[in-house]
């Protein structure tokens, strides 16, 4: 059977997946944005899940698409799903908006949130146990300086596209309960890289859209993730 998205793909394969959105109004929300204090403190284009049919019309959407506090309950629980997805607020997430707090703080804001929930994760029962977990930490793009010209988009590598040729140079953090520490790669990686190497670890071979673009330059994050 044709996957259509990594949720397809997880489900084929018998595992559980759960996105945790900081602010969305309540478990399973199809809202656009959620107003707090008249801030769109979450906003649904930031919630990839809800891009599927298939996944709006789950009836047990609601235990799947939940609020970031759930976390610490599925932690203490040792029920976390087999793929997490966890995005902040758009405050916490470092883009801004103009009514956030602190605006001129946003990165310093974006870490102690980081910084937060990867110590709710590295001091679980979890991540103490024999089993390869991993935290990846990644943005969608640069802040596009001033030297470059072009269009950036998030996910995609072109060099020959004004509007595909990636988000410039970001930050990807991996961080893994076994496997060598203080690795860094200078490999070039786009997102279907990352794309591509969350469905290597999970045994899944049939690879979505440009996930499976070596041609054009698709790399495996392996290096990240051996143990040394």
């Not at 010209?149 to 410039?168: E, L, M, T, V, Y």
Request: aromatic share 8%; proline share 5%.
């Amino acid at each position: 059977m044709t996957s259509f998205s990594l949720i397809d793909q997880l489900s084929q394969k018998g595992l559980t997946w759960k996105g945790y959105f900081e602010d969305i109004p309540s478990p399973g929300s199809k809202s656009v944005v959620a107003p707090s204090l008249n801030r769109e403190l979450y906003a649904v284009k930031h919630n990839g899940f809800l891009n599927f049919k298939k996944v709006q019309d789950d009836p047990n959407l609601p235990s799947k698409i939940v609020g970031i506090d759930q976390l610490t309950t599925d932690l203490k629980s040792n029920k976390v799903p087999n793929y997490s997805h966890i995005i902040f607020n758009q405050c916490h997430e470092m883009h801004g908006l103009a009514e956030c707090p602190q605006l001129q703080k946003l990165i310093q804001t974006g870490d102690t949130m980081i910084g937060k929930v990867v110590n709710q994760i590295t001091t679980s029962k979890l991540w103490a146990e024999s089993g390869n977990n991993a935290i990846i930490i990644t943005w969608d793009e640069d802040s596009n300086p001033p030297d470059k010209a072009q269009i950036q988009s998030c996910c995609g590598f072109d060099p020959n596209s004004h509007a595909n040729f990636g988000g410039g140079h970001i930050a990807t953090i991996v961080i893994t309960n076994h496997a060598s520490r203080g690795i860094v790669d200078h490999t070039p990686y786009n997102h279907y890289s990352l794309l591509r190497t969350t469905e290597d670890a999970f045994g899944i071979y049939e690879y979505l859209n440009s996930a499976n673009d070596t041609a054009k330059g698709v790399k495996p994050m392996t290096n990240l993730f051996v143990k040394k």
